[in-house]
């Protein structure tokens, strides 16, 4: 079941360029970290008080899972991550439901203990979601 809404990911080509950006509005870095599993490194960025963050994902490596977005669309929205509470289980109804899976299983994510799994909704919205799992 979905909980909330996680984070909204941005891409970037650039890490420090996007978090100057972010600065700009106030918002607080909260947490960096690279993902080996889609080859990308991120930044967590956060309003005083609110536990829903901006992503900013780039690419750390030649064969980063963000490259194909750069190239077609350039910086920008990538992903909205919804908090689940058994990413199994929402990650196989999603596949029922139609979404077409980017991740057959859960990889792990970008913060400590946090499992991950990326899907695409559609062409009708051209979506894609990020279902996340702190396994709390």
């Not at 609110?50 to 929205?77: F, M, N, Q, Y």
């Not at 990650?91 to 990326?118: M, N």
């Not at 990020?130 to 396994?135: I, R």
Request: glycine fraction near 10%.
């Amino acid at each position: 079941m979905i909980l909330r809404i996680d984070h909204v990911g941005l891409v970037t080509a650039d890490l420090a360029a996007a978090a100057s950006s972010l600065a700009l509005l106030d918002l607080k870095h909260t947490y960096a970290d690279d993902v080996p599993a889609y080859g990308v490194a991120t930044s967590f960025w956060q309003c005083p008080g609110d536990t829903t963050s901006i992503e900013l994902v780039a690419p750390a490596r030649p064969d980063a899972a963000v490259h194909g977005h750069l190239a077609r669309l350039g910086p920008g929205l990538n992903h909205v991550a919804f908090e689940v509470d058994d990413i199994d289980a929402d990650l196989a109804a999603l596949q029922d439901r139609g979404a077409i899976l980017v991740d057959e299983t859960p990889c792990q994510g970008g913060r400590p203990g946090l499992r991950v799994a990326f899907a695409h909704l559609g062409p009708a919205t051209g979506l894609l979601v990020e279902l996340v799992d702190y396994g709390r």
